[in-house]
């Protein structure tokens, strides 16, 4: 069976390792749009580099969550994406934009969920004093942090560790679930059951 491949759009705020991420590995799919709420994100520059349209939309512009969300909307649904995906979008949204996208929304957060949703992840993990930390791909729901789990990678947390150098440790597996659950997605291979997500077998 010959599936299309998918139009995706990716949210950044900073740097954007994890843009890079997907863009070096085969997704099953094109990243056709980057968009950030921070004109200064340098994700943009390697989406720029990489010949993908960009574009900034500060919140700062707009009277409310809501309608910087639907703005973003909008936008998005001009581009004609089938899938979202926020990789390291510093922004809270609402049912305006998290209904819209509904199932073909992911996210990625820097802890095993549903431990340590939020900010400041590897801090509150580490004062907690547990042994292993890791990254979650996530369908996002109206609930911060929550949602449907896709793929988790987990790490050791060493004695000595400290926030900075347990984010690096993540980060390093961020960048591999991140592209490989992107490809599932893109090759039509999620199963949502409830709050589970199952693999369906290989179309061939
Ligand atoms: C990552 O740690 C991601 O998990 C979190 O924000 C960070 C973004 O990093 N949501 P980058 O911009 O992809 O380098």
């Known amino acids: 069976m010959n599936i299309q491949r ?32 921070k004109a200064d994100a340098k994700g943009l ?4 580099e990489a010949g993908i349209d960009t574009f900034a939309l500060s919140h700062k512009a707009f009277a409310s969550r809501e309608a910087f969300d639907a703005a973003l909307v909008e936008r998005l649904q001009a581009a004609n994406v089938d ?12 049912p305006v934009f998290t209904d819209a996208f509904a199932g073909r929304l992911v996210n990625i957060h820097p802890s095993l969920l549903p431990s340590y949703p939020g900010l400041d992840t590897h801090e509150r993990a580490l004062a907690d004093g547990v042994k292993l930390a890791g990254c979650t791909v996530h369908f996002v729901t109206s609930e911060l942090d929550c949602g449907p789990i896709i793929a988790q990678a987990a790490v050791n947390v060493d004695d000595d560790e400290t926030p900075d150098t347990l984010a690096a440790k993540v980060l390093v597996q961020e960048h591999q679930i991140f592209p490989y659950a992107v490809k599932l997605f893109c090759e039509g291979r999620l199963q949502v059951d409830g709050n589970r997500v199952r693999l369906r077998p290989i179309n061939r």
């Not at 863009?23 to 799919?29: A, I």
């Not at 520059?45 to 720029?48: L, M, N, Q, V």
């Open 6 to 37: 998918k139009r995706i759009a990716v949210l950044i705020s900073g740097r954007g390792s994890n843009l890079a991420s997907l863009l070096r590995n085969d997704l099953s799919g094109d990243i056709v749009l980057v968009g950030s709420n």
């Open 45 to 48: 520059d390697i989406a720029r």
């Open 83 to 94: 899938l979202v995906v926020l990789a390291g979008f510093m922004r809270i949204l609402t």
